[in-house]
């Protein structure tokens, strides 16, 4: 089912509305997809799941007899499911990990790395929060760090004398996984006293309901929720608070900014049904990417992820010699 995004997201649509591409520059599904048949498993992250439904509620319209079921058990657990061979299709909300390629090469699966959107890793606390007017990077480490504070107060002492409560996407989340790398680093110990879920919405009613909590998700379930939630600036390069917005995301100043994933098992792509599937899909994420609350590619993004895909380009440019490659997204994706 889509789930509607019940707030106009103004500043995403008219930025979004610059970068859209035609859909004649993507592989397009056969003309005859109401003769196609089979089925097409996806399994894999939350925050990616959104899109994936909506484009799948689409693709029903033109493909009926294609039987498209959609998993929601994060992009770590989709990953396990895909190098099981289990599905064709790996929702994720980060780049493959060292350990996830490693496991596809020993299961002989070769796959297509397919960026479909742009994402953002927000901060959220109760509207009636006033005092965390920003936050550092190195202060949400602090925050949800093992030893760090237990109230506000010991984060400054003119903030409330209260217990902080934390929310955190569980550990299967690649929203999780982006937040260990992007916040915790490294060495970094998250404390054990968090409140995790798989379920992004159990987080939203966790941070609504209780002045002093603060949590973390992507930015659709944000923006499904702004009359509930506040999201939290964040400080970026030039040391000022900056704003996730789509003019943030796309020049990717906003800090916490990441790209959204297909990943489709090689052998899979040779059918009909899951080709038509990922070509309709191509056609149709930049429109709805903007409707479920995150961003679309830039146009030559789309363009660079299209012509991967038609080409069958099969591996990750996220990993290299077993080390996970860093930088920006549109300085690493060709």
Excluded at 28 to 55: H, N, Y
Excluded at 64 to 82: A, E, I, Q
Excluded at 123 to 138: M, T
Aim: one cysteine or more.
């Amino acid at each position: 089912m889509h789930i509607p995004n019940p707030v106009t997201l103004v500043a995403f649509a008219a930025t979004a509305t610059l970068v859209l591409t035609a859909a004649s520059s993507v592989s397009q599904a056969p003309t005859d997809t109401k003769s196609l048949r089979g089925s097409i498993r996806i399994d894999g992250s939350s925050t990616v799941f959104p899109l994936t439904d909506a484009v799948t509620e689409e693709f029903a319209k033109v493909a009926p007899r294609v039987n498209v079921t959609v998993g929601v058990s994060g992009t770590g657990g989709g990953f396990k499911r895909f190098c099981h061979g289990e599905t064709a299709i790996a929702d994720a909300s980060r780049p493959i990990a060292p350990t996830e390629l490693a496991m596809t090469t020993s299961a002989k699966i070769e796959f297509v790395e397919v960026p479909i959107a742009i994402d953002t890793l927000c901060f959220v606390v109760h509207p009636k929060n006033d005092w965390l007017k920003s936050i550092s990077i190195e202060l949400a480490r602090r925050i949800f760090s093992e030893g760090g504070p237990r109230t506000w107060k010991e984060v400054d002492p003119s903030w409330p004398d209260r217990p902080i409560k934390r929310y955190s996407p569980g550990t299967d989340s690649g929203t999780f996984d982006y937040f260990k790398d992007a916040v915790m680093g490294k060495d970094g110990k998250i404390r054990t006293d968090i409140s995790v879920s798989e379920d992004d919405n159990v987080l939203v009613l966790g941070v609504a309901g209780d002045v002093d909590a603060i949590g973390f998700f992507g930015i659709a379930f944000y923006a499904e929720n702004v009359s509930r939630l506040r999201a939290v600036p964040v400080i970026g390069a030039a040391g000022t608070p900056v704003v996730p917005s789509a003019a943030t995301v796309l020049d990717e100043t906003y800090p916490l900014t990441r790209p959204l994933f297909l990943y489709v098992n090689a052998k899979d792509a040779l059918r009909a049904e899951v080709a038509a599937y990922i070509d309709f899909y191509l056609t149709k994420a930049s429109d709805l990417a903007t409707e479920v609350g995150c961003l679309p590619l830039t146009k030559d993004q789309l363009a660079k992820s299209t012509a991967n895909w038609v080409a069958r380009r099969t591996g990750t440019q996220f990993v290299k010699d077993g080390k996970r490659v860093e930088g920006k997204f549109s300085a690493i994706f060709k």
